[in-house]
């Protein structure tokens, strides 16, 4: 059975596990065998299959095989077409392509001295491989997440980022994880309904910079695995809804301030917009004043719950100001 958004395989429960027979506990502060080795066949089904491929090649045969292409051309005095001229640079860009993720994986992420790199990758494909690979299956559970945000942060062809973030999410939701890729980093269990409004609101705010920044600050907080700062989630995730409602009244001010400007400017039901103004009394009177000692500071649960909420409300905002025809903009 083919799991049409995932292009993968959607595994039925097994009968042992609807019996009760097996229970899969929670994979938190872990990962089994099962799990790792898994999410070890997403990295090579997205990324170490599709470089094997191209490390057949070096790049001396692929400048030759570029340069004869061009060689008709120049005969003739002619330029070729946008296209022919795509088809002959691209085994030389792929290479550099790949060139630039490993000397990034060998620099940024090992700490290895480049120097121990030969000029040309295909060369040194095979032990590289052979290296991850005892890596990821060596080291420890958290490690292996570094891993894979890494991979995903680095290598520069989103579509493929896009496709392996669904691999190792269906993967993790089947091992049962306690774990999802949200817009490139991986955090604390959330539902696919959450994951969405969350991604839906990362594509909506794309051009207004500080709204994203707040959105993605709100996101690592909740989402730092070794040391989580929910007051801070908090904050930013409502400092975001808060941006877009400057977006929305071309004016500057709290979301307390702005909400019954934006309630007449999107003509919003009073209750529903008295709601909004709630959430940031909430943030305004327990994150950002509370004693950090004090028994009302959040936790994982209400740093979660603003997070989703807010980002559904921005989605909703954008939405009825595109109805309204109202230009999002900051005087």
Same mark, same amino acid.
């Given at each position: 059975?083919?799991?049409?958004?995932?292009?993968?395989?959607?595994?039925?429960?097994?009968?042992?596990?609807?019996?009760?027979?097996?229970?899969?506990?929670?994979?938190?502060?872990?990962?089994?065998?099962?799990?790792?080795?898994?999410?070890?066949?997403?990295?090579?089904?997205?990324?170490?299959?599709?470089?094997?491929?191209?490390?057949?090649?070096?790049?001396?045969?692929?400048? /030759? *095989?570029?340069?004869? @292409?061009?060689?008709?051309?120049?005969?003739?005095? $002619?330029?070729? =077409?946008?296209? #022919?001229?795509?088809?002959?640079?691209?085994?030389?860009?792929?290479?550099?392509?790949?060139?630039?993720?490993?000397?990034?994986?060998?620099?940024?992420?090992?700490?290895?001295?480049?120097?121990?790199?030969?000029?040309?990758?295909?060369?040194?494909?095979?032990?590289?491989?052979?290296?991850?690979?005892?890596?990821?299956?060596?080291?420890?559970?958290?490690?292996?997440?570094?891993?894979?945000?890494?991979?995903?942060?680095?290598?520069?062809?989103?579509?493929?980022?896009?496709?392996?973030?669904?691999?190792?999410?269906?993967?993790?939701?089947?091992?049962?994880?306690? /774990? *999802?890729?949200?817009? @490139?980093?991986?955090?604390?269990?959330?539902?696919? $309904?959450?994951? =969405?409004?969350? #991604?839906?609101?990362?594509?909506?705010?794309?051009?207004?910079?500080?709204?994203?920044?707040?959105?993605?600050?709100?996101?690592?907080?909740?989402?730092?695995?070794?040391?989580?700062?929910?007051?801070?989630?908090?904050?930013?995730?409502?400092?975001?809804?808060?941006?877009?409602?400057?977006?929305?009244?071309?004016?500057?001010?709290?979301?307390?301030?702005?909400?019954?400007?934006?309630?007449?400017?999107?003509?919003?039901?009073?209750?529903?917009?008295?709601?909004?103004?709630?959430?940031?009394?909430?943030?305004?009177?327990?994150?950002?004043?509370?004693?950090?000692?004090?028994?009302?500071?959040?936790?994982?649960?209400?740093?979660?719950?603003?997070?989703?909420?807010?980002?559904?409300?921005?989605?909703?905002?954008?939405?009825?100001?595109?109805?309204?025809?109202?230009?999002?903009?900051?005087?």
């Amino acid at each position: 059975m083919k799991d049409k958004k995932s292009g993968g395989r959607t595994m039925p429960t097994l009968f042992s596990e609807r019996e009760g027979i097996i229970e899969k506990e929670l994979q938190v502060g872990y990962i089994n065998k099962n799990l790792r080795t898994r999410l070890w066949n997403c990295l090579e089904r997205y990324y170490w299959k599709y470089i094997k491929k191209e490390s057949l090649t070096d790049w001396k045969t692929r400048k /030759y *095989r570029r340069d004869w @292409g061009y060689f008709p051309y120049l005969a003739k005095r $002619t330029q070729p =077409s946008k296209e #022919e001229s795509n088809r002959l640079e691209r085994p030389l860009r792929e290479y550099r392509k790949i060139g630039k993720f490993i000397h990034e994986l060998w620099d940024s992420y090992f700490r290895l001295p480049l120097n121990k790199l030969r000029e040309d990758w295909t060369e040194d494909w095979k032990e590289l491989y052979e290296m991850l690979e005892n890596y990821f299956f060596g080291c420890e559970w958290y490690e292996v997440y570094d891993f894979l945000e890494f991979v995903v942060n680095n290598w520069p062809d989103q579509e493929r980022n896009r496709e392996f973030m669904e691999c190792c999410n269906r993967v993790l939701e089947e091992e049962n994880a306690g /774990y *999802r890729f949200i817009n @490139g980093m991986i955090v604390p269990i959330f539902e696919k $309904t959450e994951i =969405s409004e969350i #991604e839906t609101a990362f594509e909506n705010v794309k051009p207004w910079k500080g709204v994203y920044d707040d959105l993605f600050s709100a996101l690592k907080h909740l989402s730092d695995r070794e040391h989580p700062n929910y007051k801070d989630s908090v904050v930013a995730s409502i400092r975001a809804v808060e941006g877009v409602a400057k977006l929305i009244t071309h004016r500057h001010g709290t979301l307390g301030e702005l909400m019954p400007k934006v309630q007449q400017v999107l003509e919003l039901d009073e209750h529903f917009a008295k709601a909004i103004g709630q959430l940031w009394r909430y943030t305004n009177t327990v994150a950002r004043h509370s004693d950090p000692e004090g028994e009302k500071m959040p936790e994982f649960e209400e740093a979660k719950f603003v997070l989703v909420t807010s980002c559904a409300i921005i989605n909703y905002l954008i939405t009825k100001a595109n109805k309204k025809g109202v230009e999002l903009k900051l005087e």
